[in-house]
């Protein structure tokens, strides 16, 4: 399902396309410290290139070990920064990983209400949806209308928790495991495990009713 299907594409928005101020404050460093000899392009390239290595699959194998590992499950919701360097998974800076996990009574739900702050280390790059003002401000204000143009439809008697992204922090969702996967290996959960589940706004997907190889 397409961005445009949540309602939240506004790709012709000339003021969304513009470059906002810290994209221009980004740049503008970025140039200097090049100018002044304190970084090289190959370095930023470098960088970028560690940037792109990184996917959703990392936290699709971390979200599987949970649900197979109790003990490793608890590490992740006490420390998901740590949990994860299990994984040799590192981060780029002191951000911290805050793990939430999604029960039968309460659904967690990541928005950044400022700009993007996304879990790159473990996700990747945001999708474009969720860089948008329009999910960015419903998100907060009307969550369950939001998850419901995703198609998930949250009852009443199910608490939703929308927690904000900031510079120093980071969310991930811990999706519920699928019923029907009791004898499944972590690689075969991991399938189940998509980014827009450890996000918040879909669940992880049903077990198919073959067996999987």
């Known amino acids: 399902m397409s961005a445009h299907d949540h309602g939240f594409d506004h790709a012709h928005d000339e003021q969304d396309e513009a470059p906002g101020y810290y994209d221009v404050m980004e740049t503008a460093v970025r140039e200097l410290l090049i100018e002044n000899g304190l970084i090289r392009p190959e370095e930023i390239r470098r960088q970028l290139e560690v940037l ?3 996917s959703e699959a990392l936290g699709a194998q ?3 070990r949970a649900w197979s590992d109790p003990e490793f499950k608890q590490r992740l919701l ?3 920064r740590k949990a994860c360097e299990e994984f040799g998974i590192s981060s780029y800076d002191e951000t911290e990983l805050i793990v939430l996990e999604n029960t039968d009574h309460v659904h967690n739900l990541i928005v950044c209400t400022l700009c993007s702050c996304y879990p790159r280390p473990i996700l990747g790059l945001p999708p474009d949806w969720y860089k948008q003002k329009p ?3 419903r ?4 969550p369950r209308k939001v998850l419901a143009e995703f198609g998930t439809i ?4 199910v608490e939703i928790r929308v927690s904000d992204s900031t510079a120093i ?3 991930l969702v811990l999706p519920q495991r699928p019923v029907g996967t009791e004898g499944f290996t972590e690689a075969q959960l991991a399938t189940l495990v998509t980014r827009d589940a450890m996000i918040g706004v879909v669940p992880a997907r ?3 009713t073959g067996e999987l190889t």
Do not use: K, L, M
């Open 135 to 137: 999910y960015r401000a």
């Open 52 to 54: 792109d290595s990184r």
């Open 78 to 80: 006490q420390n998901g």
């Open 206 to 208: 049903a077990a198919p």
């Open 169 to 171: 922090v980071r969310f």
């Open 62 to 64: 971390v979200v599987a």
């Open 139 to 142: 998100a907060v204000y009307e």
């Open 154 to 157: 949250i009852p009443d008697e």
